[in-house]
């Protein structure tokens, strides 16, 4: 069980994705959870994990829904919304889509769970308490200078906020 705060470096996508795992072993039946990284950090990779840990799909069914705004995983009595907000620029941009729901809690018996990669664009306009997560890609020390690479290391950093 992860405690919060949380730190954790990660050193592959399979890492990445385990970690996910874990992450939604610790989260409670109903929860918000904003994915905060640059493109590439491996806010997918890290999705990958929580939607299979908190048994809603497999692994390889996950994929970002930058395109189509919003994907939805659901089993039995969970649910989880896989939100993409990289085309979403400002809160009231989101506003206009009519996701009214997508924060409303769950009915009685039922676990929701909400995502939200580049969820940092709705700051302020969500329902507390939230559980940050940014991914940040590492540096490789023998040569920093490359561009972002999967098998890069990644520090995640996970808090509670609001």
């Known amino acids: 069980m992860i405690q919060f705060p949380a730190v954790v470096t990660t050193v592959s996508p399979a890492?990445?994705?385990a970690w996910g795992r874990e992450l939604a072993a610790s989260l409670p039946a109903s929860?918000?959870?904003?994915?905060?990284?640059?493109?590439?950090?491996?806010?997918?990779?890290?999705?990958k994990g929580l939607a299979a840990g908190w048994g809603v799909a497999d692994e390889e069914d996950v994929a970002s829904p930058t395109y189509t705004l919003i994907h939805e995983y659901r089993r039995g009595a969970r649910?989880?919304?896989?939100?993409?907000?990289?085309?979403?620029?400002?809160a009231q941009q989101f506003d206009t889509l009519g996701l009214d729901d997508v924060f409303a809690p769950p009915a009685p018996g039922e676990a929701k769970l909400v995502a939200i990669e580049w969820g940092e664009r709705l700051a302020g306009r969500l329902p507390p308490p939230c559980l940050r997560v940014e991914i940040q890609a590492?540096?490789?020390?023998?040569?920093?200078?490359?561009?972002?690479?999967?098998d890069e290391p990644r520090r995640i950093a996970a808090a509670w906020v609001g």
């Not at 929860?31 to 491996?42: D, P």
């Not at 649910?79 to 400002?90: C, G, I, S």
């Not at 590492?138 to 999967?150: G, I, K, N, T, V």
């Open 31 to 47: 929860a918000v959870v904003l994915l905060i990284g640059e493109l590439g950090a491996g806010k997918t990779m890290l999705m």
């Open 15 to 17: 890492a990445t994705v």
């Open 79 to 90: 649910t989880l919304l896989h939100l993409d907000l990289y085309r979403v620029a400002t």
């Open 138 to 150: 590492l540096p490789r020390a023998a040569a920093p200078e490359l561009a972002l690479r999967d």
